[in-house]
């Protein structure tokens, strides 16, 4: 389970879609950034189940951004 999630724009002052995400996950923090077509390009260690941390970070995404 993803803890302690949080985004911000990655371009500031304009409407360019694109965030820069962290969270923890199994006690590890993570960073990345997600970018307008749904791609997450990881800053760092990739996390354990990529495709389940993915899905994760994607429903997060959704219900916060573009609900």
């Known amino acids: 389970m993803i803890q302690h999630f949080s985004f911000k724009p990655l371009f500031e002052h304009t409407q ?3 965030w820069a ?3 923890f996950y ?3 923090r993570y960073v ?3 970018l307008k077509d ?3 390009q990881w800053i760092g260690p990739i996390p ?3 495709d389940d941390v993915k899905k994760m970070i ?3 995404m ?3 951004v573009y609900d």
């Open 26 to 28: 199994l006690r590890e």
């Open 48 to 50: 354990p189940n990529e």
């Open 58 to 60: 994607h429903e997060l």
């Open 38 to 40: 749904g791609e997450i």
């Open 62 to 64: 959704l219900y916060h």
């Open 32 to 34: 990345a950034e997600y």
């Open 21 to 23: 995400i962290s969270f």
């Open 16 to 18: 360019l879609p694109g």
